[in-house]
């Protein structure tokens, strides 16, 4: 059985804090990243919590792309879902980690649609 999505699940840390923090700067990473990896863009959300912190997703039409940042940590959760075997999430992952400067990362993949969820081992990087 082939799968019906690919769910990118990435932790990032050791993250730029002023980059987590900026409000237009996540809202255009988050949309070039869909770009980049061919996706559609539909909808844009953001909002900026006080003091600090930021929650989004950027809908596309292969499903979205997701962010909840915590500059007082340097860390941010993402996660990127996309419908089918056109786009690859891990060229979206990949980009928002490097434009938010994350020095370690831990990426998790799940194929979507295919029975009970099998997890492989998250794949950890420090840069």
């Known amino acids: 059985m ?6 990118v699940i990435a932790e990032l840390w050791g993250c730029d804090v002023d980059k987590l923090n900026d409000l237009s700067f996540i ?3 988050f949309v070039d990243a869909a770009l980049k990896a061919g996706a559609e863009v539909r909808e844009v959300a953001f909002h900026k919590f006080a003091p600090q912190g930021i929650s989004g997703v950027v809908i596309i039409s292969e499903s979205h792309l997701t962010i909840h940042s915590f500059p007082e940590h340097g860390y941010a959760s993402i996660d990127v ?9 891990n060229v979206a992952s990949n980009y928002i980690a ?8 831990e990426v ?14 998250p794949k950890v990087k420090v840069l």
């Open 2 to 7: 082939d799968t019906m999505g690919r769910h």
């Open 27 to 29: 809202e255009q990473v």
């Open 81 to 89: 879902y996309t419908c089918g075997d056109r786009i690859d999430p």
């Open 98 to 105: 490097e434009a938010l400067k994350a020095t370690a990362t």
């Open 108 to 121: 998790v993949e799940l194929p979507r649609g295919m029975g009970p969820i099998q997890l492989e081992k």
